[in-house]
């Protein structure tokens, strides 16, 4: 059985960082990390990375990262004070899992 010899990796050629794609793609829409993700064609773990950066630089400008918290499908409970932008796994109040993911969009003030 023979070997194929491997073919070097070519990554995808960009014109954007994959920040500032993420910052056009979330101007005028809202969208979960998931949809995000396919969007700009990276993991969702690298989204999530990639959004505490934005919100961080946004705040400076005159844009702001709007996030629509978490909530429980089971009993309502919404995720208003958390700090994480990642999808809890468990409700503090009735232990269920079914849980929305957090929105995220842009807004210009």
Excluded: W
């Amino acid at each position: 059985m023979k070997k194929k010899p491997k073919e070097p990796f070519i990554p995808v050629e960009r014109h954007e960082t994959i920040r500032q794609k993420i910052v056009s793609v979330l101007e005028g829409q809202t969208l979960s990390a998931k949809e995000i993700s396919s969007h700009v064609m990276v993991s969702e773990k690298e989204v999530y990375e990639h959004l505490e950066h934005i919100q961080k630089t946004l705040n400076k400008r005159e844009r702001n990262l709007i996030i629509t918290p978490a909530e429980c499908k089971k009993c309502g409970f919404v995720f208003r004070k958390r700090d994480r932008l990642k999808k809890p796994g468990r409700c503090p109040v009735c232990r269920g899992e079914l849980i929305s993911e957090p929105l995220f969009s842009i807004k210009t003030l």
